[in-house]
């Protein structure tokens, strides 16, 4: 794994891992940019971006995927396909359901909502200590940064809709600034930014995968794989998007 620091104009890279004999995947860097949660050999380490040893955190075999608050004190993780949440070093399994397959936590690590391959999501809220399934037939979810929005996206159809996570509202998202005849079902991995301001994804245009941004206030996309003059990528922009 590979740390960049985004204002180092020179782009150099510095290896986190490098005495790591296994193969690192999943990285996932905590708000505060103090802290790389990875999986290796079928275990989850941490290793400080200032440098340092990583850690192989205990009781955390089977993890196939994490989500980090921003200090990353709280961990949301699928476990052998189960719920769990790390916090204060102790781990605790959230409900008996079981096929989760994508994990995701607020800036605070007070609330967590899970995706399970069936479509079902889930929200544990830490304010009253509550699971409950708040959709089902969702292909896929994010979250604002404060963890009281979903923004979801229906397997059957690919429609949109936001969920408020306290209430379990469901409205609507409409996008009536897409082009005509592109869909919200033509859209993937459609991410909500921690603002809800836009919404960003990958859709085909002129039979190239191109990322987007769609201002959720003006009803206006643009094309975000462009280079400096404003011309369209020529290769497919790629899986998985992260804002």
């Not at 986190?16 to 989850?44: K, R």
């Amino acid at each position: 794994i590979y740390l960049r620091q985004l204002n180092d104009t020179t782009g150099e890279l510095t290896l986190l891992t490098g005495d790591l004999a296994l193969s690192a995947q999943s990285p996932t860097l905590a708000g505060n940019g103090g802290t790389v949660f990875f999986i290796a050999g079928n275990n989850l380490y941490a290793i400080p971006t200032t440098g340092g040893a990583q850690e192989q955190l205990p009781d955390t075999a089977g993890v196939s995927a994490v989500a980090a608050s921003y200090d990353g004190a709280v961990l949301a993780l699928i476990r052998n396909g189960e719920a769990w949440l790390r916090q204060n070093g102790q781990m605790t399994r959230i409900g008996d359901q079981t096929g989760f397959t994508t994990p995701l936590l607020s800036r605070d690590g007070q609330t967590a909502a899970f995706l399970a391959s069936d479509g079902n999501v889930f929200v544990w809220t830490a304010a009253d200590n509550a699971w409950r399934r708040l959709a089902s037939d969702v292909r896929h979810v994010s979250m604002t940064l404060d963890g009281c929005t979903l923004c979801c996206q229906a397997e059957s159809i690919g429609a949109l809709s936001v969920i408020t996570t306290g209430t379990g509202e469901i409205t609507a998202l409409p996008l009536p600034g897409l082009p005509a005849g592109v869909t919200a079902n033509d859209l993937r991995q459609p991410t909500i930014s921690p603002n809800r301001r836009f919404l960003v994804y990958f859709r085909d245009a002129d039979g190239i995968s191109q990322l987007f941004r769609y201002d959720l206030a003006a009803n206006a996309e643009v094309m975000a794989s462009v280079d400096s003059e404003g011309q369209p990528g020529d290769a497919f922009s790629r899986l998985p998007l992260s804002i």
